[in-house]
């Protein structure tokens, strides 16, 4: 079997949650299946990046949702030859919804019939980013980049609803030039449908991304557990809301002032800077930024994970907290949750926007020790039906159907 993958950057697990499911997959298949494994990307990565193996690359950008940039169609038909040169039974698309029906076409005008598998790797229309008015106001010095954020936000009456249908009809067209189209939870099937206008769902599957550690924690490492809450993720308030943590934080603060639990915030991103300064305006005491750091050592101290997102698609976050026994505390807000946590078994999952029933569970498994080891427990458990081993599986046996 030969495999051809087409991502953003090149692939290395250093790049976020893709770039991390890219390699754990070609890792796998080249060791385990002993297939042949080639990679089409946008960009390079930094030197310092550790790459991961492949039997060949070629960089070219072939993504273009608004078709406005220059030498897309030439490089797509560069990747189609690639393809067919070194006879690539399927290309697995994941990055953009708008690359299938251009890789098609270009397969067809050169005789190339790899199948094609795309990957959506967020819920379903939540690959866009829609500008608001109150954006300028995050806008500090003068630049391109700012610029552009001005003009999107005045005219985002305009914009954000050009920029939807254009989204739509890549969904549509990524589902008839695709053989198959890949989303990470059974639930995203009638959301993909809803948002793209599509009345059909015989293209569509479910794979669940694996997780990203293949060890765990030990018996010694649970017993030295800290009362330490965590959160670890991209730092941007549009899609993570980790303001809300803080402000619940905050009401944790005022009502035990005496509490020896601390919060840790690990990651980096765009409202890094606003976050630092509301939790200094909430006057935290027992709050800290560490940074963009290795997450493990602070799973296995941590007995609590937080998330307060506006969405996910499949967050690899959450199943790591659980593979480390870090018990899961989740707002209600993107329906592949429910194939992830049971309320009351494996983790908390909390009604959206309830900062008081959030705080609530929180200190309740904080003054509970056998309900946080209970659940804890069955964390462990039940993580691995995520393993990399059940994951690629699923992946072997999909591959193997559509290359018949």
């Known amino acids: ?11 290395t697990p250093y790049t976020g949650g893709i770039g991390r499911v890219t390699s754990i997959l070609t890792n796998y298949f080249r060791q385990h299946y002993r297939w042949k494994v080639y990679s089409l990307f946008a960009e390079t990565v930094p030197s310092n990046f550790t790459k991961t193996e492949i039997d060949g690359a070629l960089q070219g950008r072939l993504h273009d949702r608004y078709g406005i940039r220059k030498g897309i169609k030439a490089n797509t038909l560069q990747a189609a030859k690639f393809l067919k040169e070194n ?12 690359v299938p029906m251009r890789l098609r076409l270009a397969m067809q005008q050169i005789g190339c019939n790899a199948k094609i598998l795309t990957c959506l790797h967020f819920a379903p229309g939540k690959d866009i980013f829609l500008n608001r008015l109150s954006d300028i106001k995050n806008v500090s010095v003068f630049s391109v980049r700012g610029l552009k954020i001005i003009l999107k936000s005045c005219l985002s009456v305009i914009y954000n609803p050009l920029i939807t249908s254009l989204t739509k009809q890549c969904y549509r067209n990524a589902y008839r030039y695709s053989d198959w189209v890949c989303l990470l939870s059974e639930s995203y099937k009638n959301e993909f449908c809803a948002f793209s206008g599509i009345q059909e769902q015989q ?7 694996p997780l990203s550690f293949t060890t765990g924690i030990s018996a010694n490492e649970m ?5 330490v809450v965590l959160v670890v993720g991209r730092l941007s308030e549009f899609q993570k809301r980790i303001s809300t943590i803080l402000s619940i934080w905050s009401k944790f603060e005022k009502k035990h002032p005496q509490s020896n639990w601390s919060l840790k915030i690990v990651g980096n991103g765009s409202s890094l800077a606003d976050y630092k300064k509301q939790a200094q305006e909430l006057g935290l005491k027992s709050c800290s930024f560490e940074g963009l ?6 799973y296995k101290e941590s007995k609590l994970f937080l998330m307060t997102s506006a969405f996910e698609g499949f967050p690899m976050t959450l199943v790591e907290a659980e593979q480390f026994g870090c018990v899961p505390i989740v707002m209600n807000s993107f329906s592949s949750l429910s194939s992830i946590l049971t309320d009351q078994k494996n983790g908390r999952i909390i009604t959206n926007h309830d900062e ?19 659940l804890s427990t069955h964390a462990l458990e039940d993580c691995q039906r995520f393993s990399q081993e059940n994951i690629c599986t699923q992946w072997k046996q999909l591959i193997e159907q559509i290359a018949k």
Do not use: C, H, R
């Open 87 to 98: 006879q690539v039974d399927i290309v697995i698309v994941q990055t953009s919804m708008d």
């Open 293 to 298: 750091q290795n997450p493990i050592p602070y």
């Open 223 to 227: 017993s030295q557990k800290q009362p």
């Open 1 to 11: 079997m030969t495999l051809a993958f087409y991502t953003q950057q090149e692939i």
């Open 356 to 374: 008081e029933g959030f705080l609530s569970a929180m200190e309740e498994l904080m003054e509970t020790p056998e309900q946080w080891q209970q």
């Open 203 to 209: 293209k569509l599957l479910a794979i669940a991304n």
